[in-house]
């Protein structure tokens, strides 16, 4: 199940009822008496707001019933612990320099907080029955009229844990349509401000998508600052594959970057790609989403008073065409076409406060022979214009 909205120990109190949406089918005998929708009530258990010393924010969330479709309620157990970061190591830094040039004033810097804690929306908690439940399938609306009065069966842990494998081994629903129903519209940034809007959809492997975006001209950008440093010693001039900032989906950062030099060849300006793996795949073939935008300058973040940040495009659909052109271009991919969210969308912002605005439409593209392993090809897709060549 995923957590509907962001919870921060800012705000929260002991008590607060926090929702979550199961998003997998939970079945007994093939009938889903949990079906995939259906909305789990928790609770904050546990609140600590950022503390001195430099100690962060810390939520315990608990849950302890879902509602069966047969109008039961079955125990659940379930609990996650989110804690904020702590800047331990930056108040030591700072207490240590300040003790060289005045003692006295070091003990100051002890009076430093730590950062508040999110449980971000969308974010994966597994939920385990507390126990056998036993589940009148008659009760369940469609069902009763093809089952014996009285039928019922047996709802047990195994059944209820069959999330935690599917996050595992992937999860095979039926359509991509379905699969993009699922997703979240919008990434968030750590503090649970919703920014880009997902926009690209892909069928295959991490490998078989890197490689297909590195024929048509694109790099896997860097993880980690120490990389990012050495590489800029040996590279200044090139800084495409810097890091980007991290962002999150599923409660998680981004599980790679694409990224490709702008023709202006400026540091403020290239074309990016953030990717997350989902919890589906479609008949065995893991299934991607990502959030491409196009950054062009930089301009003042909207969080702060001080920060600055890139300024992408406002146009993203312009983005999503490009990834389209350019792959097609080096034919490493099927163009499958556009899926429509029922929640598209029109107008938002970044996490840093950018506008920009789209069609709303999410493109769906297959690596190499997944096409026909995946039958996408016979599917029926919204339609849309064609992809400029």
């Not at 200044?236 to 999150?248: I, T």
């Amino acid at each position: 199940m995923r957590a509907v909205e962001s919870v921060s120990s800012a705000e929260a109190r002991k008590g607060d009822l926090v929702e979550f949406r199961v998003v997998q089918d939970i079945l007994v005998e093939g009938v889903p008496v949990i079906p995939r929708g259906t909305m789990v009530q928790g609770m904050v258990s546990e609140v600590k707001r950022k503390r001195r010393l430099a100690r962060g924010g810390e939520l315990g969330i608990v849950l302890e019933s879902v509602g069966l479709a047969s109008g039961e309620q079955a125990p659940v157990r379930a609990t996650t612990q989110v804690r904020g970061g702590s800047h331990s190591n930056r108040m030591a830094t700072g207490m240590a320099v300040t003790a060289r040039a005045f003692y006295p004033a070091a003990p100051i810097l002890l009076l430093m907080h730590g950062k508040e804690c999110v449980l971000l929306k969308g974010a994966s908690l597994t939920a385990y029955v507390n126990g056998d439940v036993l589940v009148d399938l008659g009760k369940i609306e469609n069902v009763s009229a093809r089952l014996p009065q009285g039928k019922a069966a047996l709802l047990s842990a195994r059944a209820a844990s069959r999330d935690r494998s599917a996050a595992i081994s992937g999860h095979s629903r039926v359509s991509a349509q379905e699969i993009i129903e699922s997703i979240p519209r919008r990434i968030l940034d750590s503090s649970g401000n919703e920014g880009d809007m997902i926009n690209l959809m892909f069928v295959g492997t991490q490998e078989q998508i890197e490689v297909a975006f590195r024929q048509a001209g694109w790099v896997t950008t860097l993880h980690s600052k120490g990389h990012a440093v050495f590489h800029a010693v040996r590279h200044p001039k090139n800084q495409v594959a810097m890091p980007m900032s991290r962002l999150y989906l599923f409660g998680r950062p981004q599980d790679f970057g694409l990224a490709m030099e702008d023709p202006a060849s400026k540091m403020t300006r290239r074309h990016h790609i953030r990717i997350w793996r989902t919890d589906d795949d479609l008949n065995g073939v893991p299934v991607w989403v990502g959030a491409a935008t196009h950054d062009i300058g930089v301009e003042r973040d909207k969080r702060s008073f001080t920060g600055i940040t890139h300024e992408i495009d406002p146009n993203v659909d312009a983005e999503r065409e490009l990834v389209g052109k350019l792959l097609r271009e080096v034919q490493v991919s099927s163009t499958i076409g556009y899926l429509v969210p029922a929640d598209v969308v029109r107008q938002a912002t970044t996490a840093t406060g950018g506008a920009y605005y789209s069609d709303g439409k999410v493109l769906l593209m297959v690596m190499g022979p997944a096409a026909e392993k995946t039958g996408l090809m016979a599917q029926t897709l919204p339609s849309s214009p064609d992809l400029p060549h």
